[in-house]
């Protein structure tokens, strides 16, 4: 099975990307992220956001699963109940790198990450895939943008769904979620020596995904 590992800064358009280069390749696409933010959803549900050892506690009830329609779309399962559509607002979003902070929770996913990589030809999306998820991946790359250019992208994403935000106020959410990722203690966001560094930053979304093709191509 042929396994791409993306990693990269939130905000830097991996899913989009990815699901598109998977859909060209013939692969299947796993958005790591929705995995956590599931995990965070059930958190915010149970009002445990900040709470460690009540979100422990709460997985030994969790069951998270995906499934994949027949175009390859991802659906993300939580305790039988389909929450991909209610899993990417801004308080899931921080919730996620809340709760991926923690050890018990990135063991709690691992397993179910590695069985569809060595089941699937996949592309894999998220934090540490490169490094801890899929190390013996043939292919690594990040995925990056500058703050103020993926703040910029998110902004205008919320503006066109009706949303009324501030770009400084998106901006620090960028900011405070790559501080998050980057300094927490368990698989902090960093390249591996052997990926493949993708700077999208001066790029539109096809030409990014060019970029991505390309590059797994070259590994391939």
Not at 149 to 166: D, F, H, T
């Amino acid at each position: 099975m042929i396994n791409v590992a993306i990693d990269g800064p939130a905000g830097a358009g991996k899913s989009t990307i990815a699901k598109a280069a998977a859909k060209a390749l013939g692969f299947i696409y796993v958005d790591t992220g929705a995995l956590y933010r599931a995990i965070a959803l059930n958190a915010v549900r149970n009002n445990i956001t900040d709470d460690k050892d009540k979100i422990v506690s709460m997985l030994k009830d969790t069951e998270v699963k995906l499934g994949f329609s027949e175009d390859g779309t991802q659906c993300v399962y939580l305790n039988g109940e389909d929450v991909s559509g209610l899993i990417r607002t801004p308080e899931i979003s921080m919730g996620a790198s809340k709760v991926s902070a923690i050890p018990e929770v990135r063991a709690f996913l691992l397993d179910l990450q590695r069985n569809i990589a060595k089941e699937n030809n996949v592309i894999m999306d998220g934090r540490d895939i490169a490094s801890v998820v899929l190390p013996d991946a043939q292919c690594k790359i990040f995925l990056f943008a500058s703050p103020e250019c993926r703040a910029e992208r998110r902004y205008k994403e919320l503006v066109e769904k009706g949303e009324s935000v501030m770009y400084e106020d998106v901006l620090a959410d960028v900011n405070q979620r790559d501080y998050q990722d980057s300094h927490r203690e368990i698989a902090p966001l960093k390249p591996t020596e052997e990926s493949v560094m993708a700077d999208t930053s001066k790029l539109n979304l096809e030409e990014s995904i060019d970029l991505i093709i390309n590059i797994i191509k070259e590994k391939m």
